[in-house]
């Protein structure tokens, strides 16, 4: 039996593959109904063809999942939208932010923490002093990145496993926004969400109460191949942007982008290779990423800038999460 505090079996083992962004899949091109009817097929392959009893009843259940209206995740977080939609119509200001930050209390800490960061002399006074100190472009990043994760990020007896994905999508979210050249884009929610069709598998993976568990390795194999699949179908059920949707979808196989998102795609494409490489650096493990960058043709960035954003976000992401916990512990 699996208490709260331990860790599931069919957590992914980090680190294993130097070149974590080569084993990924595609998405199909497609109107949305074609893309689901195409994956629930290929599921119900799977399923028959499976000779373990607890990877077909794993399958079954991810399908019966990607069947439901709401694929069984949380609606796609409404202070997120808000807080885009503002943005766009150039209504933003410090009452509407605070607003926002009452809705959920986790976009409240994020703004204090961010607030009374080294960089400031004084603790901020108030909350309104606090939304002060952030630019707009600040407060839109801070509101994105911490609504998805506080709203959506949520897999049972894998907290590990969820930190780690969170704090890849905001490396590539920070990565891809830079590579882009600006602090409020579609490449920034892009990274974030980039692999959202994970968190529907292992999902479903760790619901066996009533039988055996799936193999690991099968559903490691399975969430490779179709995590950008599920990704869209999960992101067009939100109804994200489409070139946001794009880039979730053709992130690991730019160059077979539908034009419309393809720049999006390549930009999550190359900071993922950074994200990934960044993180194994940072853990001593052996990665050949910055020699792939390097040997690529047509691609120009400053590879040591990029990089230094990617080691400067995955030390602020640890420095944050250990704030959360430790919030957390206190109330």
């Not at 959920?104 to 901020?124: F, H, I, K, T």
């Amino acid at each position: 039996m699996i208490t709260d505090e331990d860790l599931h079996p069919l957590t992914p083992i980090q680190g294993e593959d130097s070149r974590p962004w080569a084993v990924g899949g595609v998405c199909r091109d497609g109107k949305w109904a074609e893309i689901l009817k195409g994956t629930l097929d290929k599921l119900r392959s799977l399923e028959h063809a499976a000779g373990h009893i607890g990877n077909r009843q794993f399958i079954h259940r991810l399908s019966k999942d990607l069947n439901e209206t709401d694929m069984k995740l949380p609606a796609y977080p409404a202070s997120v939208k808000t807080v885009d939609h503002m943005m766009k119509r150039d209504n933003a200001d410090a009452f509407k932010f605070s607003q926002l930050l009452e809705t959920d209390a986790a976009l409240e800490q994020a703004v204090w923490y961010q607030a009374n960061s080294v960089e400031y002399s004084r603790p901020a006074g108030s909350l309104r002093g606090a939304i002060a100190r952030l630019s707009q472009d600040n407060m839109w990043r801070l509101i994105t990145r911490v609504g998805i994760e506080s709203a959506v990020w949520h897999v049972p007896h894998m907290q590990p496993w969820v930190n780690k994905q969170r704090m890849h999508g905001v490396t590539v979210a920070e990565v891809a926004s830079h590579l882009a050249g600006s602090r409020r884009c579609d490449a920034y929610v892009a990274g974030l969400l980039h692999g959202i069709g994970r968190l529907s598998i292992y999902r479903a993976a760790v619901r066996h109460r009533r039988g055996p568990a799936p193999e690991a390795g099968f559903v490691s194999s399975l969430s490779d191949e179709m995590y950008p699949t599920i990704g869209v179908l999960i992101a067009r059920t939100w109804d994200i942007e489409p070139g946001i949707v794009t880039a979730i979808g053709f992130h690991n196989a730019p160059s077979t982008a539908p034009d419309s998102g393809k720049k999006t795609a390549w930009l999550v494409h190359l900071a993922n290779i950074i994200a990934c490489t960044a993180s194994a650096e940072a853990e001593g493990l052996d990665s050949d990423g910055r020699e792939v960058l390097a040997s690529m043709r047509g691609v120009k960035l400053n590879i040591e800038d990029a990089f230094d954003v990617a080691h400067d976000a995955l030390s602020e992401c640890e420095a944050f999460h250990a704030a959360q916990d430790a919030e957390t512990e206190s109330t």
